[in-house]
T-cell receptor
Framework: SAVISQKPSRDICQRGTSLTIQCQVD?????MFWYRQQPGQSLTLIAT?????????ESGFVIDKFPISRPNLTFSTLTVSNMSPEDSSIYLC????????????????FGAGTRLSVL | AQSVTQPDIHITVSEGASLELRCNYSYGATPYLFWYVQSPGQGLQLLLKYFSGDTLVQGIKGFEAEFKRSQSSFNLRKPSVHWSDAAEYFC??????????????FGKGTKLSVIP
């Protein structure tokens, strides 16, 4: 398995500001993902973070609002830009398990999440 | 497109009672199937997974799940619930791919409350 560390664990931010969330994995991983979990809702994939290339965004999410970096195989950041109260959510990072076998690619491990409140 | 349905939003059981959480999926073939648990204030923890083979899979914390192809279901069970099992449970699917597939589609979750 992979251990995922996310920070900050929570933050309260003012409208119009930006917050960068960091995600650190304890081993090299092929793929990292960013999810949003709005209050009382399930997880929605924001984007897939690829090392050495631009992130791949899901429908409804754009790079200007959620820029992502993936500088190496163990680290990624998600920035929530120009925040509004509607961005208040839990943001979770996940990573696919190290590629030891085909099937092992399909296990995602999650960080504890960042609880964001926007005033 | 694939989808996951967890029909029960909230379930309350007494400690020591048995538990079954339902999950149905919609997909053209057999996907990879997962159950995750999210305790209050925590991230998601993988309980168990099904890729192929034996349709009854064992997971951590005494949980098991049974894949039924004919019903497109992957229900989670536990014979005796403990108070610490109170959490939200998410069923997820990923499309089957020989090359490996990463994207998960989650159900809306079932919140489990346990009465002492």
């Amino acid at each position: 398995s992979a251990v995922i560390s996310q920070k900050p664990s929570r933050d309260i931010c003012q409208r119009g500001t930006s917050l960068t969330i960091q995600c650190q994995v304890d081993s090299q991983v092929t793929m990292m993902f960013w999810y949003r979990q709005q209050p009382g809702q399930s997880l929605t994939l924001i984007a897939t973070a690829n090392q050495g290339s631009e992130a791949t965004y899901e429908s409804g999410f754009v790079i200007d609002k959620f820029p992502i970096s993936r500088p190496n195989l163990t680290f990624s950041t998600l920035t929530v830009s120009n925040m509004s109260p509607e961005d208040s959510s839990i943001y979770l990072c996940s990573a696919a398990a190290p590629n030891r076998a085909n099937l092992a690619k399909n296990i995602q491990y999650f960080g504890a999440g960042t609880r964001l409140s926007v005033l | 497109a694939q989808s996951v349905t967890q029909p029960d939003i909230h379930i309350t059981v007494s400690e020591g009672a048995s538990l079954e959480l339902r999950c149905n999926y919609s997909y053209g073939a057999t996907p990879y199937l997962f159950w995750y648990v999210q305790s209050p204030g925590q991230g998601l923890q993988l309980l168990l997974k099904y890729f192929s083979g034996d349709t009854l899979v064992q997971g951590i914390k005494g949980f098991e799940a049974e894949f039924k192809r004919s019903q497109s279901s992957f229900n989670l069970r536990k014979p005796s619930v403990h108070w610490s099992d109170a959490a939200e449970y998410f069923c997820a699917v990923a499309p089957y791919s020989g090359a490996g597939s990463y994207q998960l589609t989650f159900g809306k979750g079932t919140k489990l409350s346990v009465i002492p």
